[in-house]
């Protein structure tokens, strides 16, 4: 069975940094994309930043040299780095893994965490 579960959100003033993390298990790391999503409010999720099979990440021009991604294989880890916060960058975090490819469709993501919540106040 597969697991996603995220940790490290919270609510921070704008211009400080946090870093979330997802722990996933029963899948075979190195084979999927991983990513991160955000859900405003509202039904629709944003992919914010995402890591394919070959380590190389990409992100949403909103959020470009101010997030990090990164995963640590041994751990099967997925790590995202976010700094200088805005309030636009508030909402629930989703982590996801996509079998081999990426996309930004939400919609066809194989498995989901149940998110954490970041919240940036201004």
């Known amino acids: 069975q597969v697991h996603l579960v995220e940790s490290g959100g919270g609510s921070v003033q704008a211009g400080r940094s946090l870093r979330i993390s997802c722990v996933a298990s029963g899948i075979t790391y190195r084979h999927y994309c991983m990513a991160w999503f955000r859900q405003a409010p509202g039904p629709e999720r944003e992919r914010v930043a995402s890591i394919a099979t070959n380590n190389v990440a990409s992100y949403t021009d909103a959020v470009k040299g101010r997030f990090t991604l990164s995963k640590d294989g041994a751990k099967n880890t997925l790590y995202q780095q976010m700094r200088s916060l805005k309030p636009q960058d508030t909402g629930l975090y989703y982590c996801?893994?996509?079998?081999?490819?990426?996309?930004?469709?939400?919609?066809?993501?194989?498995?989901w965490g149940q998110g954490t919540q970041v919240t940036v106040s201004s």
């Open positions: 996801a893994a996509r079998f081999r490819w990426c996309t930004s469709n939400w919609r066809v993501w194989d498995y």
